[in-house]
């Protein structure tokens, strides 16, 4: 079990219970769809997950606990990309971007080289290498964020919409991507043919709590269930084998 949820609550500064005692767990490998209307609590439960935001109950990550003094150490096994990717780009050029983290780590030029250069090819971006973010399009910007993250060699990955800002063939593109890497995935999203084609598992919220968890083909062609949690059914659009 890579993730492992008991009882994980989120209580923002102003009182409001994003999460309530939540229970989930997610084994190695999976690619998992969080589903849920505006405000059932996808975006808190995954900035808990790396402590940006506090949870309180017991939440492992690869075998540590949750703490804020493991927080170092939880953050060089999850990373995520969020939705917004200027959140990650700031440096002069995508390469110095994708060399920050393993930079503060004090890994040396020469290992730092070679990761950025393999992520720009399994990315398929080695022509942003000395690009600045500010000249990207949106699929770019996406892709070169999603490297920033793949550089500090995390064993799990949580994107925050990934589809956003993105037109259609960067969106293929990044479905392809992601179907080929080997990472557990955490995948918030609205866009649900996205999270069918992904992920072969749904996690669907509602007001903070799981209101379904099983497998994509039976939840997001369920058209009372998704009613139920506020969030309209995509049976009609999807043709599941």
């Known amino acids: 079990m890579i993730i ?19 229970n989930l767990q997610i084994e190695a490998g999976e690619k998992v769809a969080l589903v849920g209307a505006n405000g059932a609590g996808k975006s808190s439960l995954i900035t808990s997950l790396v402590g940006i935001v506090d949870g309180v109950g017991t939440c492992l990550i690869a075998g540590i606990e949750l703490k804020k003094e493991k927080l170092d ?38 290992t730092i080289k070679h990761r950025v250069e393999d992520r720009l090819r399994l990315l398929e971006i080695e022509h942003l290498k000395d690009k600045t973010a500010l000249r990207l399009s949106g699929g770019e910007k996406r892709m ?35 179907k080929d890497l080997p990472h557990t995935m955490i995948i918030a999203t609205h866009d649900l043919s996205f999270a069918a084609e992904l992920c072969s598992r749904t996690v669907l919220l509602k007001q903070g709590e799981i209101f379904a968890d099983g497998k994509s083909e039976a939840i997001l062609q369920d058209d009372e269930l998704m009613e139920a949690a506020d969030v309209e059914s995509i049976a009609k659009y999807l043709n599941y084998k």
């Open 144 to 178: 070169a964020a999603m490297a920033t993250v793949l550089s500090m060699k995390p064993e799990i990955m949580v994107l925050d919409e990934p589809t956003a800002f993105l037109d259609p063939k960067a969106r293929r593109k990044l479905i392809r991507i992601l």
């Open 73 to 110: 150490e939880i953050r060089t096994k999850i990373g995520v990309v969020f939705q917004n990717p200027d959140d990650q780009l700031f440096m002069p050029t995508i390469y110095d971007d994708i060399a920050f983290g393993p930079r503060n780590l004090g890994v040396d030029e020469e």
């Open 4 to 22: 492992d949820i008991k009882n994980w609550s989120v209580i923002h500064t102003d009182g409001t219970k994003a999460i309530t005692n939540m």
